[in-house]
T-cell receptor, first 114, second 112 residues
Framework: DAGVIQSPRHEVTEMGQEVTLRCKPISGHNSLFWYRQTMMRGLELLIY????????DSGMPEDRFSAKMPNASFSTLKIQPSEPRDSAVYFCASSFSTGFNEQFFGPGTRLTVL | SQKIEQNSEALNIQEGKTATLTCNYT??????LQWYRQDPGRGPVFLLL?????KEKRKERLKVTFDTTLKQSLFHITASQPADSATYLC???????????FGTGTRLQVFP
């Protein structure tokens, strides 16, 4: 298995532009998580899905952020409009939901908003 | 609200020694706790899980303890090697399905 796949790996954009991050979870996993990591705040959960349904989006910073999971093998995180404070590394992770299982992380997308 | 604290400063130890990392939490009683390793430029990688009814868990050179009275977990790496240098994150069950809350991590540096 290729593991969790994220694209792009790096994204540089200007303030005000729309940014879309993509994630392909591990086949067979039914939970998917989007995290943001910064030096100041560490690894923060933004939203997570179970069986393609959003379960908890309390970590989504504001309305500029949205996430979708149209099917079991694909998810997107969109920021519109982007701001410099959104600069961070965004990770996608997946797991097979049993309540105790480990999460498998992708390589991350490093986002820089100028 | 739930709060997790890990050694905020880097931990520097000599090769062959035992590294001990601390994870303290407040305002919460997690059912389990996980430890992850993160290398620069990569995503975290799962190492160990320990449940609230387990005092200790071992895996090769790794040992994790879980003291629900002290609200603390200790993560030990015995016979440490330079290859163990990384950031180590503890993560607590957040009480909602598979949701985890991560600590900010402790950077470990093992020098020869």
């Amino acid at each position: 298995d290729a593991g969790v796949i994220q694209s792009p790996r790096h994204e540089v954009t200007e303030m005000g532009q729309e940014v879309t991050l993509r994630c392909k979870p591990i086949s067979g996993h039914n939970s998917l998580f989007w995290y943001r990591q910064t030096m100041m705040r560490g690894l923060e959960l933004l939203i997570y899905f179970n069986n393609n349904v959003p379960i908890d989006d309390s970590g989504m910073p504001e309305d500029r952020f949205s996430a979708k999971m149209p099917n079991a093998s694909f998810s997107t995180l969109k920021i519109q409009p982007s701001e410099p404070r959104d600069s961070a590394v965004y990770f996608c992770a997946s797991s097979f939901s049993t309540g105790f299982n480990e999460q498998f992380f992708g390589p991350g997308t490093r986002l820089t908003v100028l | 609200s739930q709060k997790i604290e890990q050694n905020s400063e880097a931990l520097n130890i000599q090769e062959g020694k035992t590294a001990t990392l601390t994870c303290n939490y407040t305002n919460y009683s997690p059912a389990y706790l996980q430890w992850y390793r993160q290398d620069p430029g990569r995503g975290p990688v799962f190492l160990l899980l320990i449940r609230e009814n387990e005092k200790e868990k071992r895996k090769e050179r790794l040992k994790v303890t879980f003291d629900t009275t002290l609200k603390q977990s200790l993560f030990h790496i015995t016979a440490s090697q330079p290859a163990d240098s990384a950031t180590y994150l503890c993560a607590l069950d957040a009480g909602l399905a598979d949701k985890l809350i991560f600590g900010t991590g402790t950077r470990l540096q093992v020098f020869p």
